[in-house]
């Protein structure tokens, strides 16, 4: 779901590797259920794979909501829809030359 600008820099914060991870535990839920407007029990109920996302995305070197990873190329912000296909073309080029090239990539997944 959308995060207004306000939102997404509380969650930016919220999930920051400098947060002790109690106070993650303890204020997330209710940020998430301002943020996607579901319960506190559905926010409970996502909140390992929200931490675990946030810090996936830390190991791979991103700062910023939202990031991607396509092919080789990884980045954060908003884009514009060029980028994407012209990533997207190059990823399926790479893959048509050799299909094992991402198995020599270590992502942080």
Not at 38 to 51: D, E, R, T
């Amino acid at each position: 779901m959308p995060c207004l600008p306000d939102q997404a820099e509380s969650l930016r914060k919220l999930f920051s590797p400098s947060i002790d991870s109690k106070v993650q535990s303890t204020l997330a839920p209710t940020l998430l259920t301002r943020v996607w407007g579901i319960s506190y029990a559905q926010a409970k109920l996502y909140l390992g794979a929200v931490l675990a996302d946030s810090q996936s995305g830390i190991d791979n070197g991103f700062g910023g909501i939202p990031a991607f990873i396509i092919g080789d190329v990884k980045f954060t912000g908003a884009q514009p829809t060029e980028l994407f296909h012209k990533l997207a073309d190059r990823t399926h080029g790479m893959i048509k030359r050799d299909s094992q090239v991402f198995s020599k990539i270590k992502l942080n997944l």
